[in-house]
């Protein structure tokens, strides 16, 4: 009978998500216009993104099929059959709408040229495909630019865990003179000038001042958008809600090393959302010719998290190569295989490091390396990807400056468009990173 019951839930859910998911797309089918054609006027989006139910409230709030199971201490810690830890939603369609028209457009740079998509592209993972992050005016800076997939579950942001919300982190990037290299002042004049800014913006929030925009509502907009990026449909999710056929018998032997106590992957990279949070000091290296990044020690002020990182989530990892917070490792391979190297191997001599006591000498095989990176290529899915549009409210061509043309996929590329900006001696911290 419990059975029953649970295989009847089940069926539920699944066919409330299929219902979601045809409006969704949907909608985005009647509101993309044709290739060349503007859109005239813009008029944000009253429904909600795919995986989101509106609410009587008119807000949008997130289902997943995660929804059906407990989680220990509420934290997204367990096996298969665990729910997620808590996150971000209720916000309305309009200020989902309005926050990715903000996000593709470069206007929200100082000189129009970089968009936030510059650097978290829909089609390089929310990443952009580089080593380290690149800026206005190829400014080359120091770490990469993480993936923003089920940022809605994390409770601080940035490699060095330095902001505790996305309005927080936002303003890094928009006012870091090597990113976007925006001013408050500026940003608001720029939108404040634009009549359809102005017209959304009303939209968005009815109970606003009066045809005035706010930087809080800039930044809110943003994080609306980015928490509707949601990832949690790929063939692992398939597999531990049920239908084990969704993996392979390679993936299969793979996530079986990946959970077991000697590789220990997963006590860092815990599923579902495939990360604890925390900072961890790993030892990663640095790239060649490239001083120690004392990491999450300068935002604590704490010695024993030098080098220490945030834990990345490992959902979309297949798509956002090079690896690691500098992009030091070009391929998966290579960043698994770090972690059998041996504890500390790549420390620099005379640096004192309080390494991660998960962190030790497991002494995986080949062939078990090789069947990790199968698994962790079973945890892509873009099924949500947000439509591109074809124009933003500024009239500059969406996302400026892209990642996708330039070839740069290895560690050496933001030394390379570094030179050629004549900044190669500049490899500033960046405030994205």
């Known amino acids: 009978m419990m059975a029953r019951v649970y295989t009847t839930t089940l069926c539920l859910g699944l066919l409330g998500l299929a219902l979601l998911v045809a409006n969704s797309i949907s909608d985005a089918t009647e509101l993309r216009p044709e290739a060349g054609e503007l859109a005239e006027p813009i008029v944000l989006s009253d429904r909600c993104p795919a995986s989101f139910e509106q609410t009587e409230a008119g807000v949008c709030e997130l289902r997943n099929m995660y929804q059906f199971y407990d989680s220990l201490q509420g934290r997204g810690v367990g096996g298969t059959k665990t729910a997620l830890p808590e996150h971000r939603d209720g916000f309305s369609p309009e200020q989902i709408d309005l926050g990715r028209y903000l996000f593709f457009d470069p206007a929200l740079s100082g000189d129009g040229s970089t968009s936030c998509a510059s650097c978290h592209h829909p089609n390089l993972g929310f990443s952009d495909g580089r080593a380290r992050a690149v800026g206005v005016a190829g400014h080359a800076v120091k770490r990469s630019s993480p993936t923003l997939w089920n940022v809605a579950f994390l409770k601080h942001l940035f490699w060095d865990a330095r902001a505790d919300s996305l309005e927080e982190q936002a303003q890094g990037p928009l006012y870091s003179p ?48 980015q928490t509707s990026l949601i990832s949690l449909n790929s063939r692992y999710d398939r597999y531990a809600h049920g239908f084990h056929a969704a993996l392979s018998d390679k993936e299969i032997e793979g996530m079986n090393v990946f959970r077991s106590f000697v590789a220990r992957c997963a006590e860092c990279h815990t599923p579902p959302l495939f990360t604890n949070q925390q900072v961890a000091v790993i030892g990663s290296p640095e790239p060649e010719g490239l001083p120690l990044d004392i990491g999450a020690e300068a935002t604590w002020n704490a010695p024993k998290m030098k080098g220490g990182f945030k ?30 190297g041996g504890r500390g191997h790549a420390v620099p001599e005379g640096v004192d490091m309080h390494i991660h006591w998960h962190i030790w000498e497991p002494n995986l095989t080949d062939v078990e390396l090789d069947r990790l990176v199968d698994f962790l290529g079973a945890l892509t899915d873009e099924t949500f990807t947000p439509a591109i ?10 996302i400026g400056v892209s990642p996708l043309n330039k070839s740069n996929k290895t560690s050496h590329t933001s030394d390379s468009v570094a030179r050629d900006s004549g900044d190669s001696a500049e490899l500033t911290l960046g405030a994205a990173s």
Do not use: C, W
């Open 178 to 225: 090597e990113e976007m290299a925006n001013t408050p002042a500026q940003l608001l004049a720029t939108l404040q000038d634009n009549e359809t800014y102005r017209r959304l913006f009303r939209q968005a929030f009815p109970d606003g001042e009066l045809d005035e925009i706010s930087l809080g509502q800039v930044y809110l907009s943003l994080a609306a958008f």
């Open 311 to 340: 834990v990345p989530t490992l959902r979309n990892i297949a798509k956002t190569a090079p690896y690691m917070h500098s992009g030091r490792f070009g391929t998966l391979r290579e960043a698994v295989a770090f972690y059998t």
């Open 389 to 398: 549009r074809d124009a933003v409210p500024s009239g500059l061509t969406p």
